[in-house]
T-cell receptor, first 115, second 110 residues
C-alpha cells in the first residue's frame, strides 16, 4: 500500500522563479493538504484540496496556488520566489469523513532552497 | 485564535521515561494529535485524543485534559531511535487543517 509520495525530493531555485511541487495521496484518500515547514519550526498550513477545489486556506499570499486532479493527486505552485520561501514543503492526505476527524498522513516532503 | 506551546528541547537516557507537555488555546476543539518527526523525514502519526483521559499504545501514551487545554505524550523504555522531534497539533476550528506547535526535540543518550 503506497503512502503519500512527493516529487521532487530536493529543488534549488533562484529568487523570482516559479516552482511546481507534486503529491500523490495515500491509496483511498481523497483530501490533500499542503504545509510549509521552516527549519526548527512546526509545519504551517498552506491550503487544502478536496473534490478538485481549494476548501480552506492558511495565511499565505496569492503567490501560493494549487490544483487537485481527478485522481486526487495535487500540485503546489509558488510564483515570484523569495528567499523566505526556502523550506520543507509537506503534503498530507486524509479521507474526508463527516463524522470522524481522520489523521493526516504525510509524505517525505520536498526540500526547496532559494538562492 | 489558536496557539500551541511545547518545550523546545528535552534530553533523557535509554530505558528512562520522558513526558513531553503541550498546552493549547483554541477557539473550537476538534481533537489533538501527536506526531514524531525524525530529521529529514516526514512526520508520522503517533496518537489522537478527542476525549479527556489517557490513550495507551505500546511504549507511547497520550493524555488530554480539555478543561485545562493540556496534553502530554509519555514515552516509556526510551530507545536511541526515539531521538526525534515531537509535534503537538490541534485541528483548526473547521476540523480540517492541523495547527502545529514548534515541536520538542528529544535527544536520547546511552
Amino acid at each position: 500500500d503506497a503512502g503519500v509520495t512527493q516529487s521532487p525530493t530536493h529543488l534549488i531555485k533562484t529568487r523570482g522563479q516559479q516552482v511546481t511541487l507534486r503529491c500523490s495521496p495515500k491509496s483511498g484518500h481523497d483530501t490533500v493538504s499542503w504545509y510549509q515547514q521552516a527549519l526548527g519550526q512546526g509545519p504551517q498550513f498552506i491550503f487544502q484540496y478536496y473534490e478538485e477545489e481549494e476548501r480552506q486556506r492558511g495565511n499565505f499570499p496569492d503567490r501560493f496556488s494549487g490544483h487537485q486532479f481527478p485522481n486526487y493527486s495535487s500540485e503546489l505552485n509558488v510564483n515570484a520566489l523569495l528567499l523566505g520561501d526556502s523550506a520543507l514543503y509537506l503534503c498530507a492526505s486524509s479521507l474526508r469523513d463527516g463524522t470522524v476527524n481522520q489523521p493526516q498522513h504525510f509524505g517525505d516532503g520536498t526540500r526547496l532552497s532559494i538562492l | 485564535g489558536q496557539n500551541i506551546d511545547q518545550p523546545t528541547e528535552m534530553t533523557a537516557t535509554e530505558g528512562a521515561i520522558v513526558q513531553i507537555n503541550c498546552t493549547y488555546q483554541t477557539s473550537g476543539f476538534n481533537g489533538l494529535f501527536w506526531y514524531q518527526q525524525h530529521a529529514g523525514e516526514a512526520p508520522t502519526f503517533l496518537s489522537y485524543n478527542v476525549l479527556d483521559g489517557l490513550e495507551e499504545k505500546g511504549r507511547f501514551s497520550s493524555f488530554l485534559s480539555r478543561s485545562k487545554g493540556y496534553s502530554y505524550l509519555l514515552l516509556k523504555e526510551l530507545q536511541m531511535k526515539d531521538s526525534a522531534s515531537y509535534l503537538c497539533a490541534v485541528f483548526n476550528q473547521a476540523g480540517t487543517a492541523l495547527i502545529f506547535g514548534k515541536g520538542t526535540t528529544l535527544s536520547v543518550s546511552s
